[in-house]
């Protein structure tokens, strides 16, 4: 049941593509059709330092000190690789893994940001959450945990069938309140409609703050 969310988002997204920019037009291409996971091997997660700022800074706050209700496996984890023009290879990588009440967690993190709006990070999540269900069973086989994660034995094919939460978490201050005020009409309605669609085929989705669950 859980999959059949794909179709009427995509076409929600298709819908609307006049409101979405280039990049977002290509993370609605990637829910629809992910990337492969080909190559990568993560070493150590590196410890934070007085240059990281903002969302980076954010994010190893959260994975070194969250309480205990959220345990954060493992951070900026490959889950796909596309080819540059130059034939490098470019990983896209989630966020933050980790579980809550005992279910999986699959989180996109957003601070202070005022170019993309929850409809661009939700399409981000999305396309997180369907390479995630495809690639599971290699990302299983290439053991892909960082080498000092806090949980290297999890199973990517149990986040992606065990009905996983898809979070997407921002800061009150800095995101949340200005995108209350700023969220254009249209942009909120493709944004509520795919909210819709993902409830009906049973795929939760939770929006929080940086206190918890969002009222």
């Known amino acids: 049941m859980d999959m059949n969310w794909k179709k009427e ?4 997204l298709k819908d609307n593509e006049k409101l979405l920019d280039e990049r977002h037009r290509g993370f609605v291409d990637l829910i629809n059709t992910p990337l492969r996971f080909n190559l990568s ?7 934070p330092s007085d240059s990281n700022s903002g969302e980076t800074k954010w994010q190893r706050e959260l994975y070194d000190s969250e309480p205990t209700r959220v345990l954060w496996y493992d951070i ?22 980790g579980e809550l009440d005992g279910r999986p967690i699959i989180c996109e993190l957003k601070k202070c940001n005022k170019k993309e709006d929850p409809l661009d ?4 999540l999305l396309a997180y959450y369907s390479m995630i269900k495809q690639n599971a069973k290699l990302l299983d086989s290439r053991n892909i ?15 992606a069938k065990n009905n996983p939460i898809l979070m997407l978490r921002a800061d ?24 819709d669609a ?3 085929s049973g795929v939760e989705i939770q929006i929080w703050n940086k206190r918890g669950l969002r009222k």
Request: with cysteine.
């Open 172 to 195: 009150e201050e800095g995101y949340w309140s200005y995108w209350e005020k700023s969220f254009t009409e249209p942009r909120k309605k493709a944004f509520n409609a795919m909210m």
């Open 121 to 124: 990070a939700l399409i981000q």
């Open 145 to 159: 945990h960082h080498t000092n994660a806090r949980n290297r034995e999890f199973r990517w094919v149990d986040i």
């Open 41 to 47: 091997k993560p070493k150590e997660v590196g410890k």
């Open 76 to 97: 900026e984890l490959p889950i796909g690789q596309k080819q540059s023009p130059k034939s490098r290879w470019i990983s896209t990588r989630v966020d933050m893994i």
């Open 9 to 12: 988002v995509y076409k929600i």
């Open 198 to 200: 993902c409830k009906r």
